[in-house]
């Protein structure tokens, strides 16, 4: 069975048209591929692509390494080599539709096209030693110096409700200039699903990320585009006027009952009481002050989720949880937490399965 081509188009809706160039288009593929690992392939270090719109295609075509056109097949292919900010060979192709092609006699008159007999003609020519070794030291090396980006990644997929997570990365690390990374700006969107964007960077970049209104914009700029987000209300903490629906929302996730939120010194108590007698007390102040405690029927706290900032030891804080807190068998683990509860309640739901 043909294995899809991967549909570029998508990611550039948000970005005026004017602003979409070749080297934009295939910029965001390369900052983005490290995510692409997994993606079923014809040839592992080969990268398939589509655009369904001819004013892309055009820009492509002005900025590809080379031309190949197909002649047995009627249809071009705009390629673009690997390098090592991106190891794989990009190769994009034009159709009208996802369901519709169409065939050509003729090259388009835009750029030099190179006349080759078919597509496995193509896939012959760019699956050399040379690109493949390009390919496999890039993937190595990848995977080596973003461990710690995956690691939390994975840790956001297995105890939040992040369903994707999207990291950008570039050379040694940084998404900007490529140089070594010891830092990210992470943001997360969510409507119908969960996105966590994790942008790995140098001091100097995290310092100029830090200057954005948003990490949008931020990441935005790396494509040198003018995002057109609506202003932004930042907060630290969760608004009064959302404990409710939000406590509603997380006691249909634990099949449980609440009783009335309760607003104390340091933020909102609400206790979440289940049908077997195990309780959840969230107490909620801002996003880096707030605590989950699970009792047992006996009321004894077996579980403890908490931002406070006292064990430097532990990685991906000072977000942290306490397995059988205040005993011998005390364990005490990154949570990858938010300290917004309809975010973290699949670890909620987790961590007292654990003790059943």
């Given at each position: 069975m043909e294995l899809p081509l991967l549909s570029i188009d998508n990611n550039y809706t948000a970005i005026k048209d004017s602003e979409v160039t070749g080297k934009v288009m295939d910029s965001y593929i390369c900052v983005m591929s490290l995510n692409m690992l997994d993606i079923p392939k014809r040839k592992e270090h080969i990268l398939e692509l589509v655009t369904h719109k001819m004013s892309y295609w055009e820009r492509l075509i002005t900025e590809a390494n080379e031309l190949f056109w197909l002649k047995n097949e009627g249809r071009g292919w705009a390629v673009f080599f690997p390098n090592q900010d991106c190891g794989y060979t990009r190769i994009y192709r034009f159709k009208p539709s996802k369901e519709h092609d169409i065939r050509r006699e003729t090259p388009w008159e835009l750029g030099s096209w190179?006349?080759?007999?078919?597509?496995?003609?193509?896939?012959?020519?760019?699956?050399?030693?040379?690109?493949?070794a390009i390919f496999n030291h890039w993937k190595v090396h990848q995977v080596k110096i973003n461990s710690i980006p995956t690691e939390f990644a994975e840790g956001r997929l297995s105890n939040t409700t992040v369903d994707k997570a999207i990291l950008v990365t570039k050379g040694n690390g940084c998404s900007v200039c490529g140089k070594h990374s010891n830092h990210r700006a992470t943001t997360t969107l969510s409507e119908y699903s969960t996105v966590m964007l994790n942008i790995s960077l140098c001091e100097e970049h995290r310092k100029e990320a830090s200057e954005h209104p948003c990490i949008l914009t931020f990441f935005g700029s790396l494509f040198f585009l003018n995002l057109e987000i609506p202003d932004l209300i930042k907060l630290d903490h969760i608004p009064d006027e959302l404990i409710n629906p939000i406590s509603n929302i997380i006691a249909s996730n634990l099949n449980a009952k609440f009783e009335a939120p309760e607003k104390r010194n340091r933020g909102w108590h609400v206790r979440f009481k289940m049908q077997d007698?195990?309780?959840?007390?969230?107490?909620?102040?801002?996003?880096?002050?707030?605590?989950?405690?699970?009792?047992?029927?006996?009321?004894?706290?077996?579980?403890?989720?908490?931002?406070?900032?006292?064990?430097?030891?532990?990685?991906?804080?000072?977000?942290?949880?306490?397995?059988?807190?205040?005993?011998?068998?005390?364990?005490?683990?990154?949570?990858?937490?938010?300290?917004?509860?309809?975010?973290?309640?699949?670890?909620?739901?987790?961590?007292?399965?654990?003790?059943?």
């Open positions: 190179k006349e080759i007999g078919s597509e496995a003609s193509l896939l012959n020519i760019l699956d050399s030693i040379e690109y493949s007698g195990w309780v959840w007390l969230l107490r909620l102040n801002t996003l880096t002050d707030y605590a989950y405690m699970l009792f047992n029927p006996s009321n004894k706290q077996v579980h403890r989720i908490d931002s406070a900032d006292d064990h430097p030891d532990v990685p991906f804080g000072p977000d942290h949880q306490h397995f059988n807190p205040k005993t011998k068998r005390e364990s005490i683990q990154p949570s990858f937490s938010y300290g917004i509860p309809i975010f973290d309640f699949p670890l909620l739901q987790k961590s007292k399965s654990h003790y059943e």
